[in-house]
């Protein structure tokens, strides 16, 4: 079955402990993104990656980082997470920017 | 600067109507949006595409409309059913290849 998986799908953490929100594509897509989802703002996107090795910051760069090691995976890293980060988070995949993206069950972080 | 945004932010329809969601964007130079529905506690699916060459494709009860020079396009939904009932997003991807996305629409429908 084609889909995106994101783990784990609840998470509270305390403040400034690091954590990582893996996310693993089955569709050889080479465009993987992140998002985080605020009521009221919609969707804003984190970081995208077009291809291996190549990743770029999207709206809301600021406290994350990611890597594309794997065309299948894209990890998010809260090297030190804050409570303004407590958010839900949705991994997206898809073969290009021009195309429909396919996104995980999303992740619900709370930072306290 | 380049927004994508929505008109109303909750819509409501009787079971039975047709549904009327509307999206404007400002980048004259945008050539593809993208419909997405999501359900609550569910990620965003794809629903319809459409590409700047064209001004109106149909789906299977969906149709999006789009109107360069106003910049603004719609989805209209046929036959609203309760299974319509979610938050609706337009996204369009932008010239430096991020994806931008309107706040929302949350349509309910009413049985």
């Known amino acids: 079955e084609a889909q995106v998986t994101q783990n784990p799908r609840y998470l509270i953490t305390v403040t400034g402990k690091k954590l990582t929100v893996t996310c693993s594509q089955n569709?050889?897509?080479?465009?993987m993104s992140w998002y985080r989802q605020d009521p009221g703002l919609g969707l804003r996107q984190i970081y995208y990656s077009m291809n291996v090795e190549v990743t770029d910051k999207g709206d809301v760069p600021e406290g994350y980082k990611v890597s594309r090691k794997e065309k299948r995976n894209f990890p998010l890293i809260l090297e030190s997470p804050s409570p303004n980060q407590t958010s839900l988070y949705f991994c997206a995949s898809s073969f290009g920017k021009r195309t429909e993206a396919f996104f995980g069950q999303g992740t619900r972080l709370t930072v306290v | 600067g380049e927004s994508v945004g929505l008109h109303l932010p909750t819509l409501s329809v009787q079971e039975g109507d047709n549904s009327i969601i509307n999206c404007a964007y400002s980048n004259s130079a945008s050539d593809y949006f993208i419909w997405y529905k999501q359900e609550s506690g569910k990620g965003p699916q794809f629903i319809i595409d459409?590409?700047?060459?064209?001004d109106k494709r149909q789906g299977q009860r969906v149709t999006v409309l789009l109107n360069k020079t106003v910049k603004h396009l719609s989805l209209q939904i046929a036959a609203t059913q309760p299974g319509d009932s979610a938050v609706y997003f337009c996204?369009?991807?932008?010239?430096?290849?991020?994806?931008?996305f309107g706040a929302g629409t949350r349509l309910t429908v009413k049985p």
């Open positions: 569709m050889n897509h080479e465009y």
């Open positions: 459409i590409r700047s060459n064209m």
């Open positions: 996204a369009e991807p932008r010239n430096n290849n991020d994806m931008r």
